[in-house]
């Protein structure tokens, strides 16, 4: 290797005294890439052995460590610190202050004071860190402790007498319809609820049950009153941040708005909530405007507290926990009031994805939302060919060790056994299959290029749910695709 030039792809220096320690330093590498070739001479090779040896020189090679080192529990410790006693008589050792913030206070104490509230009077005497500005936030949440507590376990319930009375409160329209739904019923922008006025856009409390739970927050999309009289509103949920993969961390006055919406009549509405929705720029280059912008906003939230005005809410994010993320909002499609929900024409798209269709010349079907044609490649459950290979293995989970790879095939044609009703379970498709290096050896496997696949003369034919080898094997299988 030292005499490779500068340009070969290989070089690593014309000196064979760094190219021996280069060697050496990546031997585990190296080693791994041996230990894996399937011929037993080469893994046992005299370089092999001349490089372990080479890194046991040079210590580069994992400790090992015997059981019988270890030093047990009764024997005496040699530190000579260990006997020292640092506390005062009388005075009790104390939690590190670098791992006792705020924020980890609040969480921990919340957390004793449901499985175990006698150490909760303990945990409130511990030195607190000061925090900078950006944790300014929790800066009053451990004057009163037991006050944060009550109010995160035990939520305040709506009185019996908004409860018994809801049915009896004064809903009229302030103003005159505006447009009509897609089932003919009026649309209106406001409405006065008990004095109250309510108008697209706003986000109510609603009393959803009898229970002691908060009252639900509702975000409203439009009103509009059915053929019966009866005054509506549709809303779409907004979850505290309590109520999310936040927990304990968010922001009291933080909302997040969901993707669940519902109709509800405008009687059970209790009260409108003061609502901002913030939009942030995203980036680096905004991110002390935006640092600032919150530092004001708490000053102005803690300003109202103690003037003892209704909290400001605010909402910036989206949650969406099916997806598993916080996305920005769709500030375009909200509280538009023309009858239209963007929510709903999600869950009307979603549902629209598990029809199953197949196309009029026969030749592409769509499932599960994916189109797929004649001549397409997808990927194939490898588990499926288990039973053609004589393997059975189950591997736990979390392991990828001795997993199969996706199997590649085509779509050929797509059969239908009964042309004027096309479901899944009638509805059959010719794949041919492709061969992987590792299907055919493991020399083949070591070498070949991982995209590498062989084409075969198999063709199976599948139903789409239940799919069912044809010619080579006659085996009932299930087989999920995916476009590769």
């Given at each position: ?22 060697v050496v330093v990546h031997g585990q590498i190296i080693l791994q890439l041996f230990a894996e070739f399937p011929d037993q001479k080469i893994k046992k090779c005299a370089f092999v052995v001349g490089l372990t040896r080479k890194m046991e ?375 041919q299959r492709f061969f992987r290096p590792d299907d055919i050896s493991p020399e083949k496997a070591y070498c070949s290029d991982i ?34």
């Amino acid at each position: 290797m030292s005499e490779f030039k500068k340009d070969h792809h290989a070089y690593i220096s014309s000196d064979p005294a760094a190219i021996e320690r280069y060697v050496v330093v990546h031997g585990q590498i190296i080693l791994q890439l041996f230990a894996e070739f399937p011929d037993q001479k080469i893994k046992k090779c005299a370089f092999v052995v001349g490089l372990t040896r080479k890194m046991e020189e040079r210590h580069h090679t994992k400790w090992v460590v015997n059981k019988k080192a270890i030093v047990q529990k009764f024997q005496s410790n040699l530190n000579p610190r260990a006997a020292m006693d640092t506390l005062a008589p009388g005075s009790k050792r104390k939690l590190m202050q670098a791992t006792t913030t705020r924020l980890i206070n609040r969480i921990w104490g919340e957390y004793y004071s449901n499985y175990s509230p006698e150490d909760l009077e303990e945990g409130a005497d511990c030195e607190v860190k000061e925090e900078d500005e950006a944790e300014e936030q929790y800066e009053n949440e451990d004057d009163d402790k037991e006050e944060v507590v009550e109010k995160t376990l035990k939520p305040r319930s709506v009185s019996e007498h908004n409860k018994s009375h809801t049915s009896q409160k004064e809903v009229r329209w302030d103003g005159s319809p505006v447009s009509k739904t897609s089932s003919g019923e009026a649309i209106y922008k406001r409405a006065i609820v008990s004095g109250e006025v309510i108008v697209v856009g706003d986000a109510v409390l609603v009393d959803v049950d009898e229970s002691d739970e908060l009252p639900a927050i509702y975000f409203v999309e439009y009103m509009f009153e059915t053929r019966n009289g009866s005054r509506m509103f549709h809303g779409r949920m907004m979850k505290r941040g309590s109520e999310t993969v936040l927990g304990n961390t968010a922001n009291d006055r933080e909302v997040f708005l969901t993707i669940e919406c519902m109709n509800y009549k405008l009687q059970d509405v209790k009260q409108a909530i003061i609502l901002e929705v913030l939009k942030r720029p995203w980036g680096h280059d905004h991110r002390k405007d935006n640092i600032n912008a919150d530092r004001i906003d708490r000053e102005k939230a803690e300003e109202r507290k103690k003037k003892g005005l209704q909290v400001e809410y605010y909402c910036k994010s989206l949650y969406w926990p099916e997806r598993g993320a916080f996305f920005t909002l769709p500030l375009d499609t909200m509280g538009l009031g023309s009858g239209v929900c963007h929510s709903c024409n999600l869950k009307i798209a979603e549902e629209d994805k598990d029809i199953f269709r197949v196309n009029s010349s026969q030749t592409g079907f769509s499932y599960k939302g994916t189109e797929y044609s004649v001549h397409d490649f997808v990927y194939v459950s490898p588990h499926q060919f288990a039973s053609e290979r004589g393997e059975n293995e189950t591997f736990k989970g979390g392991r990828n060790v001795g997993l199969k790879p996706y199997v590649v095939c085509q779509l050929l044609e797509v059969v239908l056994k009964e042309p004027k009703q096309a479901e899944t379970r009638s509805t059959q498709v010719k794949v041919q299959r492709f061969f992987r290096p590792d299907d055919i050896s493991p020399e083949k496997a070591y070498c070949s290029d991982i995209r590498e696949v062989k084409a075969s003369f198999k063709i199976f034919c599948c139903i789409i749910i239940f799919y069912q080898f044809c010619g080579f094997c006659n085996h009932t299988l299930s087989i999920s695709f995916w476009h590769l």
